[in-house]
């Protein structure tokens, strides 16, 4: 199977690969080539990867600085999600005051 084709390449992939590989690709294929035998050297779904780096990226760092923390310091991930549970434990007390509001 042709791997490499199962990596669509976004900004965040983009953004992944170059805090990974310390250098910017601007070769998609040769992105996807190096993607997908980093993926397969270290026995993880290249599919995985694709889909953990978009969620990382767009959910929980939202911005490359905290992208590139995330993807050198394991503690930093777990701050981010606290930080995003926060936030979504104040939008869900705003929706409950809304909701009782309407009643």
Not at 27 to 43: E, Y
């Amino acid at each position: 199977m042709d791997l490499e084709y199962l990596q669509p390449i976004d900004t965040w992939l983009k953004q992944s690969f170059k805090i990974i590989f310390d250098y910017e690709e601007k070769n998609n294929k040769k992105m996807q080539s190096k993607i997908v035998g980093l993926c397969r050297d270290a026995k993880v779904s290249s599919l995985a990867f694709n889909q953990c780096t978009w969620t990382l990226g767009s959910q929980l760092a939202k911005n490359y600085k905290d992208l590139e923390m995330v993807l050198k310091d394991d503690e930093h991930i777990k701050k981010l999600i606290d930080k995003n549970l926060g936030e979504l434990n104040n939008y869900q007390k705003t929706l409950i005051k809304l909701k009782e509001s309407l009643v």
